[in-house]
């Protein structure tokens, strides 16, 4: 395929979001309309005691690609960001703080969301930053 027909991308674009989870409910976090790909990210949470079951969950295109419990990426032990599209870059469980990783290269044709599912009645700090391009006309 000739480079000249490969999709153009615009200037990397940036997200970033500093907020708490909502108690006992999801919390949208990222949203991002167009088309185009991540280029990788970050989700910082702070201060979750037992949050085991408190999930995390990426869509693209308006369908669920991916859902993963905090205990099951500490469990599976999920560290490199090409084995999962969500995957564990530090889990402190004396302070209670956990580092996510977003992995790079996922494309999108209309969307992408990362929600934060918090199933224990508590509100979490959540603090995250994405960088990805949407895609220009030829």
Known sequence: M?????????SPLEISQDT?????????????????????????IDDILDAKLDR??????????????LEMLEFVDLTQPLASPIYKIKFDLVNWN????????????????????????RTPRIIGHITYALQTEP
Do not use: C
């Open 2 to 10: 000739p480079l000249d027909s490969r999709p153009n991308y615009g």
């Open 20 to 44: 708490n989870a909502t108690a006992s409910d999801w919390k949208e976090f990222f949203t991002v309309e167009g088309k185009g790909f991540i280029y990788g990210g970050w989700v910082y």
């Open 56 to 69: 995390i969950n990426l869509q693209i295109d308006g369908t669920l690609d991916f859902e993963v419990t």
């Open 98 to 121: 956990y580092t996510l990783g977003i992995m790079p290269g996922l494309s999108f044709e209309r969307s992408f969301m990362l929600r934060f599912g918090e199933l224990h009645t």
